[in-house]
């Protein structure tokens, strides 16, 4: 039954009016974050370049004003070449840096390998039925445990191996390799192996998923030509189908990676230090790879700490500096957030341009 004119036209008029009224919503809100953000961006900037104003001196002393010009921000250089330190003005992130620098590192040697080859399993080998279902579902729902279940797992299944060795009963696992021997703990106790495999299970659905989506995105037109002149099911993915996921599945590990790096309380639960006045392996700076090798063995098998870790330490000093150096702190975790999010945007839109199908 059609609405006579005289009646549509209000009706009309009203929807236009809701519409509108949405749009001004959706742009308040998208603004109102935007706003808040920039603010919070702003005060923790302003907090990491400046102290906090020292208390007024007696007559004839230095004046606030000469004493506050004298000092270097928190956001300076002696702030990447210190360690933490109990005076705020001489505290700094290098121990930190290390630690996070190789959590990223073992996170990626790990999780790669296993999720990039578990998406191609499940999207190129396996067939349909009940128990692809049930891997399918598990990863999704893998994808949303919150990281402190990730901690409690890796834990017990890490740190302490499920109880099968007692303090009492510690035992080194001797690895041979070609010129030298790595001594292995068992269990591997709170080193940074025991943090890296922990964040590994993290981010590992994750990687596995986008892996996936990415394979999947792949026409099935490149497949079937490739089989078509002869190639092999496994010539066909080496050759044709990953080359062509390869975009998706690097956005993906980047993304996990960054994910990774700012987690802090898998690490907490396991037992990382907060106060940490080396760097895993002794290694301060790449010319220490070369002159101490066996640093590179070693590190993964040290104490260590993290960025996140070392702001949330500061943040919980009673001294009011300690504030402008976890500002500082943050700075820098922003920073390297914004670049791997940064490089993944840019891998992603360059094979992207490559890519002719």
């Keep these: 039954m059609s609405v006579p004119p005289k009646l549509q036209e209000p009706h009309l008029a009203r929807r236009h009016r809701i519409g509108k009224a949405f749009e001004w919503l959706c742009c308040g809100s998208t603004w109102f974050g935007i706003v808040v953000l920039g603010v919070l961006l702003l005060s923790v900037g302003w907090k990491a370049m400046t102290w906090p104003a020292p208390k007024a001196k007696p007559a004839g002393s230095p004046t606030a004003s000469t004493e506050a010009q004298q000092l270097s921000p928190p956001l300076s250089k002696k702030f990447f070449t210190n360690y933490h330190s109990r005076n705020p003005r001489e505290a700094g992130l290098l121990s930190a840096l290390w630690g996070s620098l190789w959590l990223t590192v073992l996170v990626a040697l ?46 017990t299944a890490f740190v302490k191996m499920f109880g099968l060795f007692h303090k009492d009963e510690e035992k080194t696992l001797v690895v041979n390799l070609l010129f030298t021997t790595v001594d292995v703990p068992l269990p591997f106790d709170r080193t940074l192996i025991s943090g890296a495999l922990t964040l590994t299970l993290l981010v590992l659905p994750t990687v596995i998923v986008a892996s996936q989506e990415a394979l999947r995105a792949v026409p099935s037109s490149i497949r079937i030509a490739s089989y078509a002149l002869g190639a092999t099911q496994w ?31 898998p690490l907490m639960l396991i037992g990382a230090l907060t106060y940490v006045a080396y760097t895993p392996g002794d290694i301060s700076n790449v010319s220490d790879i070369f002159k101490n090798p066996q640093g590179l063995l070693d590190a993964p098998f040290d104490k260590f700490t993290a960025i996140p870790l070392q702001i949330y330490q500061w943040i919980n000093q009673p001294k009011a500096e300690y504030s402008h150096v976890a500002a500082a702190g943050i700075v820098v975790l922003l920073t390297i957030l914004l670049l791997m999010n940064t490089a993944a945007i840019l891998i992603r839109h360059r094979f992207q341009k490559q890519t002719r199908w």
């Design 110 to 155: 790990f999780s790669v390998p296993i999720g990039v080859g578990s998406a191609v399993y499940l999207e190129e080998y396996s067939i349909e039925g009940r128990l692809k279902r049930l891997i399918q579902l598990n990863l999704s729902n893998l994808a949303g445990v919150p990281s402190i279940v990730y901690a409690l797992l890796g834990m």
């Design 235 to 265: 010539q066909t993915i080496r050759h044709q189908v990953i080359p062509a996921a390869m975009p998706g599945i690097m956005t993906g590990v980047i993304l996990a990676l960054s994910r990774a790096i700012g987690e802090a309380a």
